[in-house]
């Protein structure tokens, strides 16, 4: 889930001048330990963005990351259950979960070693649940009543289950997220981003994301709705986990290689409260369900609060799978959905690029520059093209709430997320993992749902903090977005033959872009914001650009510059004379090195695409 605790700190991070000078001799130039603590000390930083930890606390810190993300990765195949028609067998959502898992891996991998090369991890996204929705509301894709059912139905395959033929939805999810994922690979690798940037403030921002939470609360609710009791008690345990406890250090026993064992102060419930409240919840649901508590028939309202209710998924679920290309089936492709699946990329591209520069602050590592950004989102659009092919029913984004961890933990260690994306792919093989998660209580899952889904209808308000709130203008904008982002959904939904051009194709396209809430909303604002005069102040423009990438930003040295190269010999290509016509590339002119050595001489001197 995106939300804006990405930075972590207040504080703007500098690099330590010291670095000056870099010899580009190897693609990753180690620094001495003197050098290295100082940049430490002058950063606040246990492990640099470009410091390799020991195996064995790469391995501990890629895990807990992986735990940090758990929590809105797990939601998202609940979420697509119902419209996929497959909420009645939980072999299914610990098979999609699974996929997820292992998706996310291979694209943060992709991200941290060819992407923007910053310690950023990559997981589904809320962005796109809101143009799914869309496109599963269609009439061709409506759930039969007799899959809708009371009960659980599982086979000992997934793959074999007709339910509602749930898998010709996923298909075409898949088919959507594919075709739309080549449009966010061209705006990376083409340097479109910078020219989109110009038009896109904070008043076109914020009511997208605020409709992307409000467009999920009835999910929450028809979860929470099995137990309300038990969604409440997980709503209060993430409250006190996440703000009342946050400051406190619970005392562990930690082990170094050398220095043996050692206590150290972790602040648990400020890196885990999701997963710290689910636990708890989980724990209380399976006394109450030990004594009784629960009703045992399967068609009670409250029969899913029990914690055994779905725990012949772990029986019948392999202990290892393999997900592959096309396992649901050859992906579909219709105009209708990869027209709708395109305000979710669109929207995703918008909030990576801000979290690239709060990942750039929270690691130690210089704003990164326009070549690394193109090619951080062209390598996102990679990853969603590849859970397209897998289907997770779902694409990848940069995850913010791992981006907030780096500034509690204070390691921006690049290979330190590296080793979370090996973590990943290695929980999505093993399928009894996605089974234990599918077990988790129906109510438990809605409070969480509650507490997320609100953080993002948040973060989404937040941005108006940076327009002028006592301007006719703006609250004209704003009302009106908002406005229209939920009338239309709400009008199409009632009226799902409005739309008739007589053309079919047409149709649906435009069914599904004004029953995406986000998508109303946002070209709403977007064309109000352009169209009605108003000056940059007015608008928000210059303090919201300043906030989000630093402009302006002289606290410190750019000399690390370097570690946004590409690795393995791949960086020669700067220096031949085509990369001036790459955006995605550096462009090193023979004026910025000098010797054999190619020793850069000041970050200023390199010259990046004019393209952006």
């Known amino acids: 889930m995106n939300n804006h605790n990405r930075t972590g700190s207040s504080k703007l991070l500098a690099l330590s001048p010291s670095m000056g000078k870099m010899d580009h001799s190897n693609e990753h130039p180690q620094n001495n330990d003197i050098e290295t603590k100082k940049r430490r000390k002058a950063l606040g930083l246990a492990y640099v963005v470009d410091e390799n930890p020991p195996w064995y606390a790469c391995l501990s810190l890629g895990f807990q990351h992986y735990l940090t993300m758990l929590g809105g990765t797990l939601s998202i ?11 009645n067998n939980p072999l299914v959502v610990a098979e999609v979960l699974s996929t997820i898992f292992f998706v996310s891996g291979i694209s943060t991998l992709l991200q941290t070693t060819f992407g923007v090369r910053l310690p950023i991890v990559q997981g589904g996204t809320f962005s796109f649940l809101a143009p799914t929705f869309a496109i599963l509301s269609l009439p061709q894709f409506k759930c039969p009543t007799d899959t809708v059912t009371d009960g659980l139905n599982i086979t000992a395959n997934a793959t074999t289950d007709n339910s509602g033929d749930w898998r010709i939805r996923m298909r075409e999810i898949q088919g959507a997220i594919m075709v739309s994922s080549l449009f966010q690979i061209f705006i990376g690798f083409s340097g479109v981003m910078g020219f989109l940037l110009r038009f896109i403030g904070p008043i076109a921002v914020a009511p997208t994301i605020t409709l992307i939470g409000l467009s999920l609360f009835h999910v929450a609710a028809e979860h929470a709705g099995n137990h309300w009791g038990v969604a409440f008690m997980t709503v209060a345990l993430i409250t006190i986990f996440s703000q009342i406890l946050t400051n406190i250090k619970v005392p562990l026993l930690g082990y170094r290689f050398k220095k043996g064992f050692f206590v150290v102060h972790c602040p648990i419930f400020k890196l885990f409260p999701i997963i710290l409240a689910i636990f708890v919840s989980w724990v209380i649901c399976a006394i109450v369900t030990a004594a009784g508590g629960f009703p045992d028939d399967p068609k009670h309202p409250n029969f899913l609060a029990r914690t055994d209710a779905r725990t012949i998924v772990l029986r019948e679920s ?289 010259s990046y695409s004019m393209w952006v």
């Open 318 to 606: 392999n202990w290892f799978r393999f997900p592959y290309p096309g396992q649901w089936g050859t992906p579909t492709v219709s105009a209708a959905g990869v027209f709708g699946m395109l305000a979710g990329v669109l929207a995703s591209i918008i909030e990576s690029v801000g979290d690239y520069y709060a990942c750039a602050r929270l690691s130690g590592a210089p704003p990164p520059p326009k070549h690394a950004i193109n090619r951080g989102i062209g390598v996102e659009g990679i990853g969603c093209l590849i859970t397209g092919l897998w289907g997770s029913g779902n694409g990848t984004t940069s995850y913010s709430e791992n981006i907030g961890a780096l500034g509690i933990t204070k390691v921006g260690s690049l290979r330190v997320i590296q080793y979370a994306g090996l973590i990943l792919v290695v929980m999505g093989v093993v399928g009894k993992i996605g089974a234990l998660f599918t077990t988790v209580p129906d109510p438990i899952v809605g409070g969480v749902f509650m507490v997320m889904f609100g953080i993002v209808t948040a973060v989404g308000i937040s941005n108006l903090q940076f327009v002028d709130l006592n301007s006719s203008r703006n609250l004209f904008i704003i009302g009106v977005s908002l406005m229209l982002g939920f009338a239309l959904p709400w009008y199409l939904d009632k009226h799902p033959e409005a739309i008739a051009t007589g053309l079919r194709e047409i149709d649906q396209i435009i069914t599904v872009l004004l029953k995406t809430s986000m998508a109303v909303a946002g070209i709403t604002g977007l064309f109000l914001d352009n169209a009605i005069p108003g000056t940059p102040e007015e608008r928000g423009i210059y303090r919201w650009r300043t906030i989000v990438t630093q402009e302006g930003d002289e606290s410190g040295s750019l000399a690390s510059i370097y570690i946004y190269d590409l690795p393995f010999g791949l960086n020669r290509l700067s220096k031949l004379p085509i990369a001036r016509f790459l955006p995605f590339l550096p462009y090193y002119t023979e004026e910025d090195t000098h010797g054999d050595e190619g020793v850069v001489k000041t970050n200023q001197h390199v």
């Open 77 to 87: 195949p609940f979420i697509l259950s119902g419209p996929m028609c497959f909420s």
